[in-house]
């Protein structure tokens, strides 16, 4: 099974230097930077932020600012969070995917 989070979509250019924030992504262990909120690490790292619930799709936030609700991410405990403004945190763990989706 071939994992889908093989290109980010942000370089990151500044915080380079700032300690490491581990979490996962479906399982894979990755690593953010402090500061980052949740969009960011995870768009640092893989091309989407999840899969749309209604046509699996990938998305990848829209606004960016906290107004609208396309950037929800789910946690592993099933608890939703908008990534665009909620700061990561170590041992974060997200579902991106429906079990059995690809």
């Known amino acids: 099974m071939a994992a889908h989070h093989s290109r980010s979509q942000f370089q990151r ?3 380079r230097d700032e300690a490491p924030i581990p979490f996962t992504i479906d399982g ?3 690593s953010g930077r402090r500061g980052d909120t949740v969009l960011v690490a995870i768009m640092s790292v893989t091309d989407r932020l999840r899969q749309s619930e ?3 799709e990938p998305r990848a936030g829209f606004c960016l600012i906290g107004a609208c609700q ?3 991410v789910t946690l592993a405990c099933g608890m939703r969070v908008r990534a665009c403004t909620t700061p990561l ?3 974060m763990a997200f579902i991106t995917r429906e079990s059995g989706n690809e």
Do not use: K, L, M, W
Request: net charge negative; hydrophobic share 40%; charged share 20%.
């Open 70 to 72: 396309d950037c929800f």
């Open 28 to 30: 894979i262990a990755y």
């Open 54 to 56: 209604f046509t699996s």
């Open 13 to 15: 250019h500044f915080r």
């Open 89 to 91: 945190e170590a041992q």
